[in-house]
C-alpha cells in the first residue's frame, strides 16, 4: 500500500516539526533561566534531523524508496552565555555579570514560523494521500 | 470483456501507481524539508512512457516505467539542503490532480461498462 507508506512519512514529518516546536517552546520560556541542575544558565536547544535514507528495505530490493525524517536528538548549542551587567542579582558574580541563557528570541521566532510552515505543508501532503486514497476507493461506484 | 482487461485499462492503473509512487517521494521531500544535506527526488515517467512506446512501435505491449532521480530544486542553503517547499507544494498539487484525472477515466469506463451491462 504506497498510500499508507506516503501517509507514514508525512507523519514523520509531522512528528519531527512538532518536536521543533516543543524546543523552541523550551527555548523561549527558558530565555531567562539562570539556574538549571547542571548549575550554571540554561542553554539553548537545538532539534537535529537526519534523514531516514540509506539502507532501507525498499532500495535493498532495488525499488527507489522514498525517505522519512528521523529526529537524531536534541543537543545543546555551545554558543556563550550571554553575560548581562545586575550587581543586585543573586547570581551575578564577583563583577556583577549574571551569565543568561544563549538565547536570542528573534532566532527562536523565526525557527518557530519554519516549524509552521514546514508543520501545514506535511498536512497538505497528508490530506492530499488521504483524498487520493478516497478517490481510489470510489472506482466503479 | 475487451473493456475490462484492455490495454487503456492497464496504461491507467500503471498510471495511476506512478502518481501514488510520486505523491510518496514527494511526500519524502517535504518530510526533509529542513534535514541538512537532503536533496529531493522526483519520479520521471512521462519520460519513460514516451520511449516506451516509441519503441513498441505502437503495436506492441507498452509499460511504464518510473525512475526516482535526485533532482535538486535550486541553489543549495546554508546547511546544504536543496529542497523549495513552494516547488515541491506546487508538484504535490499537480501530482494529485492527475492521480484524480487518471482514476476518473478508469471510473468512467467502469461505468460505461456497468451501464452495457444493465441496459438502461
Known amino acids: 500500500m504506497d498510500e499508507v507508506s506516503a501517509l507514514d512519512i508525512s507523519a514523520s514529518g509531522l512528528v519531527a516539526q512538532r518536536l521543533r516546536l516543543n524546543v523552541v517552546a523550551e527555548n523561549l520560556a527558558n530565555a531567562e533561566t539562570t539556574r538549571t541542575a547542571d548549575g550554571g544558565p540554561y542553554r539553548r536547544k537545538v532539534a537535529i534531523f537526519g534523514s531516514d535514507g540509506g539502507e532501507s528495505f525498499g532500495q535493498t530490493l532495488g525499488a527507489a524508496q522514498a525517505d522519512a525524517v528521523r529526529v537524531l536528538g536534541v543537543e545543546e548549542s555551545d554558543e556563550p552565555a550571554r553575560m548581562v551587567h545586575q550587581p543586585g542579582h543573586p547570581d551575578a558574580n564577583a563583577e556583577g555579570y549574571v551569565m543568561l541563557p544563549n538565547i536570542n528570541p528573534v532566532l527562536e521566532m523565526v525557527d518557530l514560523l519554519g516549524a509552521t510552515r514546514a508543520y501545514e505543508a506535511n498536512i497538505t501532503a497528508l490530506q492530499a494521500a488521504k483524498s487520493m486514497a478516497m478517490k481510489a476507493l470510489e472506482i466503479g461506484r | 470483456m475487451q473493456i475490462v482487461f484492455d490495454e487503456t485499462n492497464r496504461l491507467l492503473s500503471e498510471m495511476v501507481q506512478g502518481a501514488k509512487l510520486r505523491h510518496q517521494i514527494l511526500s519524502g521531500n517535504l518530510a526533509n524539508v529542513d534535514t541538512p544535506g537532503y536533496e529531493p527526488k522526483d519520479v520521471s515517467f512521462a519520460a519513460?512512457?514516451?520511449?516506451?512506446?516509441?519503441?513498441?512501435?505502437?503495436?506492441?505491449?507498452?509499460?511504464?516505467?518510473?525512475?526516482?532521480?535526485?533532482?535538486?530544486?535550486?541553489?543549495?542553503?546554508?546547511?546544504?539542503?536543496?529542497?523549495?517547499?513552494?516547488?515541491?507544494?506546487?508538484?504535490?498539487?499537480?501530482?494529485?490532480?492527475?492521480?484524480?484525472?487518471?482514476?476518473?477515466?478508469?471510473?468512467?469506463?467502469?461505468?460505461?461498462?456497468?451501464?452495457?451491462?444493465?441496459?438502461?
Not at chain 2, 79 to 102: C, E, F, I, P, Y
Request: aromatic share 2%; charged share 15%; proline share 3%.
Open chain 2, 48 to 120: 519513460a512512457l514516451t520511449q516506451a512506446r516509441q519503441a513498441a512501435g505502437g503495436g506492441g505491449t507498452v509499460q511504464v516505467q518510473t525512475n526516482v532521480v535526485s533532482e535538486p530544486d535550486g541553489p543549495a542553503r546554508q546547511d546544504g539542503n536543496t529542497v523549495q517547499l513552494d516547488r515541491q507544494m506546487a508538484k504535490l498539487a499537480q501530482n494529485t490532480l492527475w492521480h484524480n484525472s487518471m482514476l476518473q477515466m478508469l471510473s468512467t469506463r467502469m461505468a460505461i461498462l456497468k451501464s452495457a451491462i444493465k441496459g438502461s
